[in-house]
C-alpha cells in the first residue's frame, strides 16, 4: 500500500508499485462544497502536467477545478461517478476516485503534504 | 463575536455547519441541502430565520405611513391579512421588499436581516409628521414550517381551539394567539406557517416540533427552494439599483388609486412608460437542462441583446439547472455564457417549482 499525498489544492493520490497514481478529493473538499451534482472527468490518454486542470466537480453551491496532482498521462477515469456525482460526497476518499495517472515524474510526490500536514492546514 | 438566533445551541446539537450570513451565525445546512431541500418538498422541514426583523407599527397614522412606505396597497388589508410588498427609493429602487400583516390594533412589518439597520433608518426619516410609532423587535423568535405535512403537525401541537384556527389560515392569513403570530406565509412555494413568538419558547417549540418529524432546514436548501418557487432574494434579484418592473414585482404595485403617492411613484411610473415602449429589461426564468449549473452573473446572450443571471442554481427536483435572468424584452433565444462556453438554454416564465410539481412548459 502506497503512502497517500495531497495537493494543497485539496486533490489526493495514491500511487502504486507501477507508478500508477489514484487521484481524488479530500473529504474537506467535498465537505466545503457541499452537494455535488455534476463531475468533468478528463479523456483517458490526454497527458497533463503538474497542477494542470482537469476536471471539473460542481456542487449545487459552487464550481470547482480540479487539478492533478503531477504529472502523466491519465489512464482511466471513474466513469461511476458520472451517473452519480452525490458518491463524492459519501465516500470523497476512498471509492470516489476520480482518475488514475500514469506518472511521468515521481519526484515530483516529493512536493505534495503528507496526510497529517494537510489536515493541519484545514480548519 | 457574530450574532446568534435564541436556537444557535439547536443547530450545533442538529449538526448544523454555520456560516457567516450578514454577521449572524446561521445554519448553511445540517448534513446534505439536497436531502433537506427534498424533505420540504414532500414532508416537513422548519427554518429559523429569526435572523429577519419584525417592526410593529401602530398609532393613528399607521396606514398613511404605510400607504406612502410601500408599493402595495395595505388598504386592502383587514385584520389578519398579510400584503407581500416592496419599499422603493426615490429613484423607484427597491429598498427592500417585505410583508405586512394587518393585526388587531397594529400592523406587522418583517424585512430582510442584510437590510435591517436601512431599512429601519429608512422608515423612521420617512415616518416623520405621521403619527406612528414603530417598534423593531429583536426579542421575537421566527420559524418557517414548511413542505405538504407542515401545517397538520403544527396542528397537532396545539389545543383544539387554536389547531381549528391555524388549520383554517388561508394563504396569506394570519392569526394571533396568545404572544404567536401563526401566518400563512412562506419562501418556498409549499404549503407552510411562519411563526413568530417571544424567543424564550424558542427552543422548546423547535424541540417538539423535531419530535414530531419535521426536520431543520438550512439557508442552502432555502435559497433553492424558493429559486424553484421563482422568488426574488434582494440583493441579487432586486437591489436599490433596478426597477420593481425589472424584477419582476409588477403585481406588487397599486397603481389605484392615482393619487396615493407611495415613495417612487414618479420614477417607477416613468419606468412603465421605458417598459410600454419595450425599452426596459425584464426577470425571467431560464432552464439548462445540460450538464451544469447556472449561476448568479453569467452574461446572457439573446436575439435582442445582452442580459445577466441574477440568481441561478441546480434544482433538486427538477434535477437540472434553473436561474433567473434580466434580459431584454422580446427575447426570444437565448444563450449563456458558461464558464466561457455559450449554451443554449430556454426562457421560462420564472416559477419553476409549486406543491412539489414542475410548472413551466
Not at chain 1, 503538474?50 to 491519465?74: F, M, N, R, T, W
Not at chain 1, 466513469?79 to 458518491?87: D, I, N, R, V
Not at chain 2, 389605484?256 to 417612487?264: K, L, N, S, T, V
Request: hydrophobic letters at 40%.
Amino acid at each position: 500500500m502506497s503512502t497517500r499525498k495531497f495537493a494543497e489544492s485539496h486533490e489526493w493520490i495514491d500511487v502504486d508499485a507501477d507508478g500508477v497514481g489514484t487521484v481524488g478529493i479530500s473529504d474537506f473538499a467535498q465537505s466545503a462544497l457541499g452537494d455535488i451534482v455534476f463531475v468533468e472527468l478528463p479523456t483517458v490518454g490526454r497527458t497533463v502536467a503538474a497542477k494542470e486542470e482537469v476536471a471539473v466537480v460542481e456542487s449545487v453551491k459552487s464550481v470547482s477545478d480540479i487539478y492533478s496532482p503531477v504529472s502523466g498521462e491519465i489512464v482511466a477515469v471513474n466513469e461511476e461517478l458520472t451517473g452519480q456525482p452525490e458518491a463524492i460526497n459519501a465516500a470523497a476518499e476512498s471509492t470516489a476516485w476520480l482518475f488514475k495517472i500514469k506518472l511521468s515524474d515521481a519526484s515530483e510526490l516529493e512536493s505534495l503534504l503528507d496526510p497529517d500536514t494537510y489536515a493541519s492546514q484545514q480548519h | 463575536m457574530n450574532k446568534r438566533t435564541p436556537l444557535y445551541e439547536q443547530h450545533i446539537a442538529a449538526g448544523g455547519k454555520l456560516v457567516d450570513f450578514a454577521g449572524w451565525d446561521m445554519p448553511i445546512n445540517y448534513g446534505s441541502q439536497i436531502a433537506e431541500h427534498k424533505q420540504v418538498r414532500e414532508h416537513a422541514g422548519v427554518f429559523d430565520v429569526s435572523h429577519m426583523n419584525v417592526v410593529d407599527v401602530e398609532g393613528p397614522d399607521a396606514l398613511p405611513f404605510l400607504r406612502r412606505l410601500v408599493t402595495n396597497d395595505p388598504i386592502k388589508l383587514e385584520p389578519g391579512k398579510a400584503l407581500y410588498t416592496c419599499m422603493l427609493n426615490e429613484k423607484g429602487g427597491v429598498v427592500d421588499d417585505l410583508i405586512v400583516y394587518c393585526l388587531d390594533s397594529y400592523y406587522r412589518l418583517v424585512v430582510n436581516c442584510a437590510t435591517g439597520e436601512k431599512d429601519l433608518a429608512w422608515m423612521q426619516k420617512h415616518s416623520a409628521g405621521f403619527d406612528v410609532t414603530l417598534t423593531h423587535r429583536p426579542e421575537l423568535a421566527i420559524l418557517a414550517v414548511h413542505g405538504p405535512q407542515s401545517i397538520a403537525i403544527v396542528c397537532s401541537l396545539l389545543d383544539a381551539g387554536s389547531a381549528a384556527i391555524v388549520g383554517g389560515l388561508k394563504n396569506f392569513r394570519a392569526a394571533e394567539i396568545g404572544d404567536t403570530l401563526y401566518a400563512r406565509t412562506g419562501y418556498t412555494g409549499e404549503l407552510g406557517l411562519e411563526l413568530i413568538f417571544p424567543a424564550d419558547y424558542a427552543a422548546e417549540l423547535w424541540n417538539k416540533l423535531l419530535a414530531a418529524g419535521v426536520k431543520p432546514i438550512g439557508l442552502g436548501a432555502r435559497d433553492t427552494l424558493r429559486l424553484e418557487a421563482g422568488m426574488n432574494l434582494y440583493g441579487h434579484d432586486m437591489t436599490e439599483e433596478t426597477s420593481p418592473l425589472e424584477s419582476n414585482l409588477e403585481q406588487v404595485i397599486s397603481w389605484e388609486p392615482a393619487d396615493r403617492d407611495f415613495i417612487g411613484r414618479a420614477a417607477v411610473s416613468e419606468h412603465k412608460k421605458l417598459q410600454l415602449e419595450g425599452k426596459l429589461p425584464h426577470l425571467t426564468g431560464l432552464v439548462y437542462e445540460g450538464r451544469g449549473v447556472l449561476r448568479e452573473g453569467q452574461r446572457v446572450e439573446t436575439d435582442a441583446g445582452s442580459g445577466i443571471i441574477t440568481s441561478g442554481s441546480f434544482s433538486p427536483t427538477l434535477n437540472h439547472s434553473i436561474a433567473l435572468a434580466r434580459i431584454p424584452l422580446g427575447a426570444t433565444s437565448c444563450q449563456v455564457d458558461m464558464r466561457g462556453t455559450l449554451v443554449p438554454v430556454r426562457i421560462v416564465k420564472p416559477s419553476f417549482v409549486r406543491f412539489g410539481k414542475k410548472v413551466f412548459e
